[in-house]
């Protein structure tokens, strides 16, 4: 028996890892079931006397990451799909407003990285009103299809790179459920420039409004990639399906290189990643990853995380 073959054999036998298909080297494994694991709400840069009136509008409130046992009001507790607790990302109920959550590493080589989770994505439900809440963006309720699924604006999920003397970039992949005017898109993205930084609203050239969209403000400067993709709502509101989310990038050639959703693989080394043109410091070897939320409506949306694998092939 091989070396690999006793690591597949011990990956098989562990009901917790053998939902995943990690690189040779795990980095992280958060079951969030036992705690949060570092993940941490994302909050902008401030000045030398810790004033957080300095930091920039559109990232002053994108909201702690919480412990959930996913509980609604028709069922009481959902639970996670590995035990009683998920990670929840949840906006507030203002039309752009963003949630986020963010993880902390450093690289030790260069080559493949791996993130893998199980996910559900929900809108907040309505209680009470009248017979207009049965209509939403392209939805009128039919006993099937809810209006609270027009209601879920977009997830991302995304990494913060930097290394090799202050190169810094960004890979990036979004699922658009639908557009600002709330119709449906079912559309994975990735943006064509570089997330606005705060050094750059220090040096004057960018200054963002709270709830703009801080990985790309700009609706032109997103493009599509893949094929439409439904994903599983399941009607209502309080009904939790977890997806399995892959997604393959290479810190060596700096790209991405597939995106894996349930039943879904896209080839994505086509997609760009446009570097910053300026170098950074302090910033050497950063490997961060981050999820986001936001929602298109005045309805609070939330993104579920399972547990989240990152592997490495160095």
Known sequence: MTTSDVRAALLSADPRLSKFSPLPRILAFDEFDSGTHGWTELLGNYNGRGDLSTVDDHMRDFRPPQLSACNFFDIGTHGALSGTYALKLATRPYKGHTAVAIR?????GRGLVQLETYFAFKSEATLGGGAELDNFGDVQWDGNTHPSEAQFGAFTVATDLCGDGG???????????????????????????????????????????YAADFTAPNPEDWQAFGEPQELCYNEVPTKVNWHYLRWLIDTDKRRNVELQVNDRVM????????????????????LNFYFSVRTHSSVRNFLFLDSVLISVDW
């Open 167 to 209: 190169l810094r970039y960004h890979t990036v992949a979004r699922y658009q459920n639908t557009d600002l005017d709330n119709h449906f898109t079912r559309q994975w993205m990735a943006p064509t420039v570089p997330e606005p930084t705060p050094r750059e609203h220090f040096e004057g050239k960018v200054k963002l409004e």
């Open 267 to 286: 080839d994505m080394r086509d997609v760009p990643v446009p570097p910053y043109e300026e170098r950074y410091e302090t910033l050497e070897n950063l």
């Open 104 to 108: 902390r590493l450093t690289m030790s």
